[in-house]
């Protein structure tokens, strides 16, 4: 199933890691666990089962993140990972079964979906039992619940987890890497934001889902993303860009200027990993 998807073929030998990952995990994993993994949901791009997807969409990120950590000096304590809007947690899963386990010290799953961890009567629609209740994973995984589109979500996050001690007693703090996959409308800005706002956060991939509506274009928004100030009418207007594609793309520009790395670097990458144009 894998081999007919784009990924096999853009990054042949983590494709290859990747099946050895998964036969792993259909022998760990409860078969209703299993199931819910590699169910095939209606209108999923090329038609596949829902990992096979996500590894398909969340490759270049866990390629990028791979390279960002062979950079790092020795000196520095392990990185941690913080996965945006990280749903069921693919990318967090695959990364704690690829990442060297002496150079992250956890990955942390952030999303609204979840139940608060010892809060009895909390409750969540995503389920993280396949998280905490079938055996260690090789890096820590922890989920957070924490809407991003509130405004004290970012201090939150700055405060608790970036700029928390690597280890307890001591002043150091963990450098960290920041994943955004298939984050909605301007929850990109706000993922944006944290890293333009935390030295902390050494590297940041980004892979938008979709761009604001054009409800945005009739209450004339205005967005503001480090010094980069744009108008929701330089990407929404469908007579200066005809097509989703056009807009899409505008969309991710206008966040790609509003990033301030400082010293280091930023690049838009493209990757024909997306649906097919016939069929699923």
Request: proline content about 6%.
């Amino acid at each position: 199933e894998l081999q007919r998807l784009p990924v096999s073929s853009l990054f042949p030998d983590l494709t290859l890691e990747v099946i050895k990952i998964l036969r792993r995990w259909q022998e760990r994993f409860p078969l209703r666990i299993w199931k819910r993994m590699v169910r095939v949901y209606e209108g999923a791009a090329h038609n596949t089962p829902c990992v096979l997807k996500e590894f398909n969409e969340s490759a270049p990120v866990i390629s990028r993140v791979r390279n960002w950590l062979s950079a790092l000096p020795d000196s520095l304590p392990p990185a941690q990972i913080l996965d945006l809007g990280a749903g069921y947690g693919f990318l967090s899963m695959f990364l704690a079964e690829l990442l060297p386990v002496e150079r992250v010290s956890r990955c942390i799953l952030v999303d609204m979906s979840y139940a608060n961890l010892g809060v009895e009567a909390s409750s969540g629609s995503t389920s993280t039992q396949h998280i905490y209740n079938c055996g260690a994973w090789r890096i820590p995984l922890h989920t957070l619940k924490v809407d991003l589109k509130k405004g004290q979500a970012q201090k939150q996050i700055s405060e608790r987890v970036l700029r928390a001690p690597a280890l307890p007693g001591e002043k150091l703090v963990a450098p960290c890497f920041v994943c955004g996959v298939h984050l909605c409308n301007t929850l990109g800005l706000r993922a944006a934001q944290l890293f333009n706002e935390n030295i902390e956060v050494m590297g940041f991939a980004f892979v938008p889902c979709c761009f604001p509506t054009s409800r945005h274009l009739s209450q004339e928004v205005v967005y503001q993303l480090g010094s980069h100030r744009f108008e929701a009418r330089d990407f929404l207007d469908s007579k200066t860009l005809p097509s989703n594609s056009d807009r899409f793309l505008r969309w991710a520009e206008h966040i790609l200027e509003g990033l301030e790395p400082g010293k280091g670097w930023k690049r838009l990458e493209r990757h024909g990993l997306s649906r097919p144009k016939r069929g699923m």
